[in-house]
């Protein structure tokens, strides 16, 4: 396991044992979505915005030149499973398109500075996602 996924699993292990609190996160989600090429279940922690009855979530990397696995991951499936506290639901993901993509990135990042920090560190758009529960 390498030093990204042993930082993944400790976090994903505190979330599951604390009812999906996380000492050093605010709003955390775990998402879990099957690889574009392996088809295997992937979990990732990532940070979340309530928006109504869907939830955002960004494909910021940090603000590296390139979005994160997951993301290709939902792009090839976009039918996800996000834990949300205690709760377990599925998800229809979509990818916000402009205008609605930077409104929302600025509602994000209005809310959580960090973002507004990722955004100036790459040249790339950085992708929103709207997971929105599956009734």
Do not use: C
């Not at 609190?21 to 990532?46: C, D």
């Not at 499973?81 to 599925?90: K, L, P, S």
């Amino acid at each position: 396991m390498n030093e990204w996924n042993v930082r993944n699993q400790k976090v994903i292990d505190e979330f599951r044992a604390n009812g999906g609190k996380v000492s050093w996160f605010g709003s955390l989600l775990l998402l879990h979505t099957k690889g574009a090429k392996s088809g295997q279940e992937r979990i990732n922690p990532v940070v979340y915005m309530q928006d109504n009855d869907r939830w955002l979530i960004v494909a910021s990397k940090g603000g590296a030149p390139t979005h994160p696995d997951w993301f290709y991951n939902i792009k090839a499936n976009p039918l996800v499973t996000v834990e949300i506290g205690a709760e377990t639901r599925q998800a229809q993901a979509t990818v916000a398109d402009e205008p609605e993509r930077t409104q929302l990135y600025d509602r994000i990042a209005s809310a959580m500075p960090s973002f507004a920090e990722y955004r100036s560190k790459t040249e790339r758009s950085i992708p929103v996602v709207i997971l929105t529960p599956v009734k």
